[in-house]
């Protein structure tokens, strides 16, 4: 890939990524945040389309580095949050429960709230915030009027409704051979979507991709794994965008 990302720009990279994930707020971990960055590397810049983050708490973690990768490629980082915190969750989505590491995550109105303020600061001191763009609002408000193509998703969103409104405005929106990365894959409730044809066919009329990670998430530590997974798009139909 011609981004002119050599061997010592490499190394500078992911050591400041994984200080940014010690120096600032997050939810997530810092070899996560090297997944996801990596795989912005690996895009080519022929594939039009810019990286999206749906749900970014304080924008510290994240936000800040996906910004970094972003800056470098020319891409832009959208990130869209309300901004004040979970809308209130339906029934089914106030706890899911992980039967991987036998965790229980519960949800409730206004959790993970913070300032769009407070995201900008953080992102300022370790990213890059010329890279970033911002859409205040639920996802199922402002989503579907961006017009743009995605070459990468992180939905850190908790609640399965919010990600059905994020899949739908999104999903046809990213190029083929692109991801959407989630950060609850190990809650079985909420990969499910992943996997149910008939929603899919339903509302997005294609099969349902899967989710690489699914339970489990990726195997990016080696005793506690990750709780990353990502959905490909058009996954067969695009080799060359794999690797470098």
């Known amino acids: 890939m011609n981004y002119s ?17 010690k120096r ?20 080519p810049p022929s594939i039009v389309g810019d990286v999206i983050e749906c749900g970014c708490y304080l924008g510290g973690g994240s936000s800040a580095n996906l910004s970094l990768a972003c800056s470098r490629v020319g891409r832009k980082l959208v990130i869209c949050d309300p901004f004040e915190g979970l809308p209130e969750p339906s029934e089914y989505d106030r706890s899911h429960f992980s039967v991987f590491d036998q965790h229980t995550d519960t949800y409730e109105k206004g959790r993970f709230a913070a300032s769009l303020e407070d995201v900008k600061s953080n992102i300022g001191r ?50 083929d051979g692109c991801r959407v ?7 079985l409730s909420f990969v499910s979507l992943f996997f149910d044809s008939v929603w899919w066919r339903e509302n997005l009329d294609e099969d349902a991709p899967g989710l690489v990670g699914a339970g489990t998430g990726l195997p990016l530590e080696a005793i506690f794994g990750s709780e990353l997974g990502y959905a490909q798009k058009g996954a067969l139909e695009a080799p060359e965008i794999v690797g470098e």
Not at 24 to 43: A, C, N, Q
Not at 129 to 150: I, K, M, N, P, S
Not at 181 to 187: D, P
């Open 24 to 43: 600032l707020p997050t939810l997530s971990s810092g070899l996560e945040h090297l997944e996801m960055t990596s795989e912005v590397f690996r895009i």
């Open 126 to 175: 370790r990213g890059k915030l010329d890279a970033c763009e911002f859409e205040v609002g639920f996802f199922e408000d402002t989503l579907q009027h961006l017009d743009r193509q995605y070459v990468l998703a992180f939905l850190d969103v908790d609640l399965i409704d919010s990600l059905k409104s994020c899949l739908v405005a999104i999903w046809p929106r990213l190029q």
């Open 5 to 21: 990302v050599g061997p010592w720009y490499r190394v500078r990279v992911v050591s400041r990524i994984l200080a940014n994930t």
């Open 181 to 187: 990365y989630v950060h609850e894959a190990r809650s």
